[in-house]
């Protein structure tokens, strides 16, 4: 069974548009991994500033590859101090598993 993540990043606002942008590049890269089956950053419509990561992954060890990627760490260095809480993370089990 995959492994399905969500999270949201609550966005400080005149740190929108470079973390959008980090984003994208960010989800490019990472969507050439062998293991990573959805990797998509969408802006939530009812949310201002508020970025929704949804992932799905093949297994944990390629969620732990992808933490250790190049791109990763600048993706971390470019994005730090731009949110006004820490990222929520869900990791999702379905109901009937």
Not at 60 to 72: F, P, S
Request: aromatic letters at 8%.
């Amino acid at each position: 069974m995959s492994i399905e993540i969500t999270v949201l990043f609550d966005v400080l606002p005149g740190r929108l548009p470079d973390t959008v942008a980090a984003f994208k590049e960010l989800c490019a890269a990472t969507r050439r991994e062998a293991g990573a089956l959805r990797f998509d950053a969408c802006l939530s419509e009812e949310h201002e500033n508020v970025i929704v990561l949804v992932e799905e992954w093949a297994h944990q060890e390629a969620i732990d590859l992808h933490m250790k990627e190049g791109y990763v760490t600048d993706f971390l260095a470019k994005v730090d101090g731009a949110y006004v809480r820490p990222p929520y993370v869900l990791r999702l089990r379905p109901l009937d598993a």
